[in-house]
């Protein structure tokens, strides 16, 4: 309990603290979205998008959190746009156009970045780093992450209609494409808020972990989502205490922490789980 | 609302000279149709008669080329809640994360909003929806978890529970055992004789003239319509497919 205190009688900690809270929620929250759409290939060419975001920003604004967050958001868009467009006038389609823009514009952020020699103090965006989270971060994060479950929040039903089937939605007279690019936006601005925490390379884990694992238990998008919410939330938070006793990179740390409480899950489930499905199949042979 | 019965007997959906093209194919050529409440109606042709095409433009999911859609004497503008599509079996996400419960639900969306909370009277269209289709009792089960049948039933029931009159079915009976086809028939005409329109593409020649009233031969446009018995003749399903089968 000691220990506790006086590791949050530090203010950097009790920025991370509470940042962990909102991103966990957050990225929990929304990738349950990203989860139920099969659109995790989508979301991780994308999350690969914000690194040369931020190069370009450092060109134009230097390297500031300023710059990183409006850069990576902007690139983001843009290639996520632009592979929308060469598939909407080209056969091909947008995950192969998506492929070739992302890796182009990753090595042409590394290129610019070199040129720059400030290729070292990019990594706090690779990676992150919670400890360096200032108040800024921290209003940007509630904001952001304010609009972003607004909006996910009072437009439930239409996107979960689109979802579940994009045809079905368009007969309810909905539009699936002005959907897929609401939720392709909303997926950008919650990664953005995390790469200070979890950086470019991971926040992709942070966003799709929580959900997929609460997807092996529930049979509800509701219950996917609040619970992917709490467990992005429970899981960052519970790692910022861990990491800060046991000395180690809070981010890295995060992002494997969920992939064994996902792994876990993947085991156990009782319904879903690998150990009911070879219980299931024991039943049928003893039969 | 799922008793259409006497208001809405008398209901006509009509379609006047559609034409559909994607890009330089046209998949449907001059197609005029009207069809009545309380009828089953078949849509029967080879692949790519344009079976799919004329109900997906019908529900406005493909941009019309040319010509009108007109339900209840008033040209579509938008999507009404009244018309519902059903698409193939095989395009819907069966393992979705959604109850028996939670996929009919989505049917009283179109009528409620984006907010506007359940009410009483929504949760009883639900369950009479399910009632209707006798999968009251699979209620709570994940919709993955379903037969075919059951699947085909509970995506109808939604339809029912979006109050529509008209059912534009997309291929039903594909994939259904004996005992489903047959329960799946009877209740499809138990909401024809409800009032409901019932539109269905179909490729069992055998099954049509049993299950439905009218038969629309299509191959590309209209080869022949009318009551099935007199649409089904060898003449003019060779028309319609090429070879007589």
Partial sequence: METLQDMFSFQFNQRALLAALMIGFLNGYAGGYVVLRKGSLFAGALSHTLFPGIAIGAIIAGLNPYSALVGAFVMALVVGLGSQGVASYSRVDREAAMAIFYTAATAGGLLILERLGTYVRVEDYLFGNILRVSNWDLWFMFWAGFAVLAVLILFQRPLLVFIFSPELAASHGLSPRAMDYLLAALVVITMVTSLQAVGALLALGLLVAPAATLYLFVNSPRLIFWGGGLLGMTLAAGSVVLTNLLNVQTGPALVVLLAVVFLIGFVLSPRYGLLARFRAVQDIRHR | ????????????????????????????????????????????????????????????????????????????????????????????????????????????????????????????????????MRIDDLADRQIGALSGGQQQRAMIARALAQDAHVLLLDEPFAGLDQPSQELLAHLLRDLVANGHLVVASHHDLKTVSGIFDVVVLLNGTVIAQGPSAEVMTAANLTRAFGASE
């Fill in chain 2, 1 to 132: 609302m799922t008793n259409p019965r006497e208001e809405h007997r008398h209901h006509v959906l009509r379609a006047e000279r559609l034409h559909v093209h994607y890009g330089p194919i046209c998949a449907l050529h001059d197609v005029t149709l009207e069809l009545t409440c309380g009828t089953a109606a078949a849509l029967v042709g080879g692949n790519g008669a344009g079976k799919s095409t004329f109900m997906k433009r019908v529900v406005g999911l493909i941009p019309p080329s040319a010509g009108e859609v007109i339900w209840r004497g008033e040209p579509i503008a938008k999507s009404t809640h009244e018309i519902a599509y059903l698409p193939q079996r095989s395009d819907i996400a069966w393992t979705f994360p959604m109850t028996v419960r939670g996929l009919v639900e989505l049917g009283r969306y179109p009528l409620l909003g984006p907010w506007r909370r359940f009410r009483t009277e929504d949760r009883d269209a639900v369950q009479h929806a399910m009632n209707l």
